[in-house]
């Protein structure tokens, strides 16, 4: 495709679980089942720093006839125990709990934040800060912490996650001056509104932002219409980055000739180009697992984001077989690319994205793939 460059920078077997914040508090073995979708940026020392999502797994988790998850609560990790005949275990993921008048999942593992830190072009690791890992600290983190993505404005991070628990599936923020020190923010967006991606930068003083709601119900368009009813990516905008009012105007929809456009949702924060924002996103094409996720861009007008003035629907990263072909024995999923990062690079950009939901992807791809 172009690529200047294109390797997996992070793998499980990367990852020492003896420094993990679960380390000597469950009783239970654990494996590392992903280090995937890196949140990134670039630190002011010029390397580039990824938040990895570390999925941490019970070893055997199916045992005397329960199957068991790991949560987080009051400061410790517990484990719960359902028993096999009340559950669906057909997903490596996550497993459903039967009986409920809607869907009712749990989590096979538990994910917490790793800091990553990346030589410059984000070809090597320089340094794993497992001190300033970020694990579950409220009851809304219980079962784990997701998929950050990080945005440099003025002169602060801001990095959402997905929280996940019980109470709701939503967005958190956290900030740092210096994008390794973090501070919890709290609740930005509520529940099922996932995938908030901070534009690197203000427009006319306020915060915008791509968010991406999630729904069992969605109105039809007209026959004929161009459109297709689903999850699609919205916009927000703040004062204060805290407290968010989502834009009047639809944003970024699935097409109806677009097949990968089943499930839509956001990538990586939007970044300012000479020809607008830059964004890059994810469509999902329906197979018979859990889809077939690949990345795709547009560019938004600098100061009306809304007005969206290209979308390219040819792929721009594939899911890659050859890259995970050293560690195939680890796959447990096949067909996913998750991009989750990028930052300029001169001639260049670094896009960082996790791969089969098991590692980290670097590329570089050109500015002329854009036409920047």
Same mark, same amino acid.
Not at 107 to 126: C, F, N, Y
Not at 229 to 256: E, M, V
Not at 283 to 305: C, F, K, M, Q
């Given at each position: ?155 602060? +991070?801001?990095?959402?996650?997905? &929280? ?8 958190? %923020?956290? @900030? $740092? #001056? /210096? =994008? !390794? ?37 969605? +109105?039809?368009?007209?026959?004929? &219409? ?8 919205? %916009?927000? @905008? $703040? #004062? /204060? =980055? !805290? ?130």
């Amino acid at each position: 495709m172009g690529f200047f460059f294109d390797h997996l920078v992070l793998t499980p077997r990367d990852i020492d679980l003896a420094r993990s914040p679960l380390a000597g508090r469950i009783d239970a073995d654990t494996y590392v089942l992903g280090a995937f979708n890196p949140g990134m940026t670039r630190r002011a020392n010029g390397n580039l720093l990824l938040m990895v999502r570390i999925a941490e797994a019970l070893s055997d988790p199916i045992r005397d006839g329960h199957i068991h998850a790991i949560r987080w609560h009051d400061g410790g990790y517990a484990l719960d125990a359902w028993p096999l005949e009340q559950v669906d275990t057909a997903d490596p993921r996550t497993f459903t709990v039967r009986g409920g008048g809607w869907p009712v999942m749990a989590l096979t593992s538990l994910s917490w934040l790793l800091p990553v830190e990346l030589s410059a072009d984000g070809s090597r690791v320089v340094a794993m800060h497992y001190d300033r890992a970020i694990a579950p600290a409220a009851s809304y983190q219980c079962y784990g912490v997701e998929d950050a993505r990080i945005s440099h404005v003025g002169d602060r +991070f801001l990095m959402t996650v997905c &929280s996940v628990s019980p109470e709701r599936q939503a967005t958190s %923020l956290y @900030s $740092s #001056p /210096d =994008a !390794l020190d973090w501070t919890l923010e709290g609740l930005v967006l509520d529940h099922q509104n996932k995938d908030m991606l901070i534009f690197n930068g203000l427009i006319d003083g306020q915060y915008w932002a791509e968010t991406r709601p999630l729904g069992d119900l969605y +109105f039809a368009y007209p026959p004929g &219409s161009g459109w297709r009813a689903g999850p699609s990516i919205n %916009l927000a @905008s $703040s #004062p /204060d =980055a !805290l407290h968010w009012k989502p834009c009047d105007r639809p944003f970024l929809r699935p097409r109806a000739a677009m097949p990968a456009a089943a499930r839509m949702g956001g990538g990586a924060p939007p970044i300012l180009t000479d020809r607008g924002w830059l964004s890059l996103w994810h469509g999902v094409e329906p197979n018979a697992g859990v889809g077939i996720y690949r990345t795709y861009w547009s560019l938004l007008d600098a100061h009306a984001p809304w007005r969206v003035l290209h979308t390219d629907e040819a792929p721009l990263i594939a899911p890659d077989p050859a890259l995970t072909r050293p560690i195939e024995q680890l796959l447990y999923l096949r067909d996913i690319v998750f991009t989750t990062g990028i930052v300029d690079a001169g001639d260049h950009f670094i896009v960082a994205s996790g791969e089969a939901d098991l590692a980290c992807r670097i590329t570089h791809i050109p500015k002329a793939r854009f036409g920047v």
